[in-house]
């Protein structure tokens, strides 16, 4: 089974930073994409940055010249630094991974989605 594990966030001042870093552990064939969403209390869950095996990213209008999303492919990990927050960022930020994984037999592989346990941040003075 292939499990994420997140880190990173905080409560920050407006204008701060904050780097987070979610890491996919398990019997990984390969991480085709990794995603980050978030989801402030009382609204739905949006995505806010992806960033596929080839190279192809995707973030929103919203945070597009303020986030960057990265990946360390080694350790099948994705990063999302966040630089000059506002309180609309304030959110439980989730990690999201779809790849394949080993199945339990030669050749043998299976589909695998799943999410991080999700990490808060707050940007509050």
């Known amino acids: 089974q292939v499990q994420l594990v997140e880190s990173g966030g905080g409560l920050v001042q407006p204008g701060g930073s904050l780097k987070l870093s979610c890491a996919a552990r398990?019997?990984?064939?390969?991480?085709?994409?990794m995603g980050w969403y978030r989801q402030a209390p009382g609204k739905q869950r949006e995505m806010v940055a992806s960033l596929t095996s080839d190279g192809v990213t995707n973030l929103v209008d919203s945070v597009k010249d303020r986030f960057t999303i990265s990946r360390v492919n080694a350790n099948h990990s994705a990063y999302l630094q966040m630089s000059q927050l506002k309180p609309e960022d304030t959110a439980v930020y989730y990690c999201?991974?779809?790849?394949?994984?080993?199945?339990?037999?030669?050749?043998?592989?299976?589909?695998?989605?799943?999410w991080g346990q999700g990490t808060p941040v707050t940007v509050s003075s």
């Open positions: 999201n991974a779809k790849g394949s994984y080993y199945a339990g037999a030669v050749d043998l592989l299976g589909d695998f989605a799943v």
């Open positions: 398990g019997s990984i064939f390969s991480v085709d994409i």
